[in-house]
């Protein structure tokens, strides 16, 4: 077998073992594991869901072998790592970078990724008319891509991002899942898929992010350019009656949010309806204390949704 393979079959003994692992944020994550007892792990969860260090015997040897064979285990000496996390979502289990989430082409998972899934399934659930071409603009995991098509049986879903390695994981978790109509793609944008579609979900980076890591920072000097972009895709791809549903986020300036100024100038003309709404008005407060959001007075996470009516 490849190591794909190997990791396919990893993720299915975890989920056959019970293991379940909700995903917090790197700050969380990071006061938790300074715990004195969490120092080693010593289960499943600490192994895969909170990348703790692990000797040996604290995991069953099929596991091991399991990470051997797909070459995810780390060894040094009697201190091990994973250099995968799993996280549980809608009854799945999804493959992902390890924590901390410092490498050029690290996959996040976190509560953004719940946060964009149930706003993208909310979306099919309350749609007039079924789902039968969506794209996942961004994938990572393919979270949102899996969710979808588990809510339009029978559609094309494309799962695109630049990032080899999120593609990767991605036919992981699609064949973890089963969900076969999810078709990952290498694309900038949509720069290589043809075609419109009913449905545009995307969860692009929008941190202003010194550091220009590709999972996290946004681009321009306000970290939105990223959902911009994917905005002006979306006026051009949609088909009628067709929805973007956008989770991004925002720094508020003296009460201002930038995005969604910026988001109405780019929609203006478009012809697409749009609603604009605060999912959480308050998060990533530890970002406050960097220069990059001392401008800012909280760092809010919204849900931008445009349609293109049935007919124009």
């Given at each position: ?7 396919i079959?990893?993720g299915?003994a975890l ?13 969380t994550?990071e ?8 120092a ?6 600490g192994?895969f869901g909170?990348?703790?260090?692990f ?5 069953p040897?099929?596991?091991v072998?399991l990470?051997d064979?797909?070459?995810?285990l ?9 250099r995968v ?9 999804f493959?992902h970078s390890?924590?901390p989430t ?8 976190g509560?953004?990724?719940?946060r964009?899934?149930?706003?993208a399934?909310a ?8 789902v039968?071409?969506?794209v996942?603009?961004?994938t ?11 809510r ?8 695109v ?6 593609l990767?994981?991605t ?13 990952p ?8 898929v043809d075609?419109s579609?009913d449905?545009?979900?995307?969860n ?7 550091a220009?890591r590709?999972?996290r920072?946004?681009g321009g000097?306000?970290?939105?350019e990223?959902s ?6 979306a006026a051009e ?8 549903v956008?989770f991004s986020?925002?720094?508020i300036?003296d009460?201002v949010?930038?995005l969604?100024t910026a ?6 003309g478009?012809?697409l309806?749009w ?8 998060v ?12 800012a007075?909280?760092?809010?996470v919204?849900v931008?949704?445009a349609t293109?009516p049935e007919?124009e």
């Amino acid at each position: 077998m490849t190591m794909p393979e190997h990791l396919i079959s990893l993720g299915a003994a975890l989920k056959a073992a019970g293991y379940a692992f909700t995903t917090v944020t790197p700050a969380t994550h990071e006061r938790v594991n300074r715990r004195p007892e969490n120092a080693r792990a010593t289960d499943l969860r600490g192994v895969f869901g909170w990348s703790r260090p692990f000797g040996p015997g604290v995991l069953p040897d099929e596991i091991v072998d399991l990470m051997d064979a797909a070459g995810v285990l780390d060894r040094d000496g009697d201190e091990w790592r994973s250099r995968v996390r799993f996280s549980s979502y809608d009854g799945e289990l999804f493959v992902h970078s390890p924590y901390p989430t410092t490498d050029a082409d690290a996959v996040f998972f976190g509560p953004d990724t719940y946060r964009m899934a149930d706003a993208a399934a909310a979306h099919v659930r309350t749609r007039r008319r079924p789902v039968r071409r969506a794209v996942d603009i961004g994938t990572g995991t393919g979270a949102g891509a899996i969710t979808v098509a588990k809510r339009a049986p029978g559609a094309e879903v494309f799962a695109v991002d630049i990032n080899d390695a999120a593609l990767n994981f991605t036919r992981v978790n699609i064949a973890l899942s089963d969900m076969r109509g999810v078709r990952p793609c290498h694309s900038n944008l949509l720069k290589d898929v043809d075609g419109s579609f009913d449905l545009i979900i995307s969860n692009p980076p929008f941190m202003i992010d010194p550091a220009g890591r590709a999972y996290r920072d946004g681009g321009g000097t306000s970290g939105h350019e990223l959902s911009l972009s994917i905005i002006d895709v979306a006026a051009e791809r949609l088909d009628p009656g067709g929805s973007l549903v956008l989770f991004s986020g925002a720094g508020i300036v003296d009460g201002v949010d930038p995005l969604r100024t910026a988001a109405a100038e780019r929609l203006a003309g478009t012809g697409l309806n749009w609603s604009y709404r605060e999912v959480d008005p308050d998060v990533y407060d530890e970002e406050l204390d960097g220069d990059a959001y001392r401008h800012a007075e909280r760092i809010a996470v919204v849900v931008l949704t445009a349609t293109r009516p049935e007919w124009e």
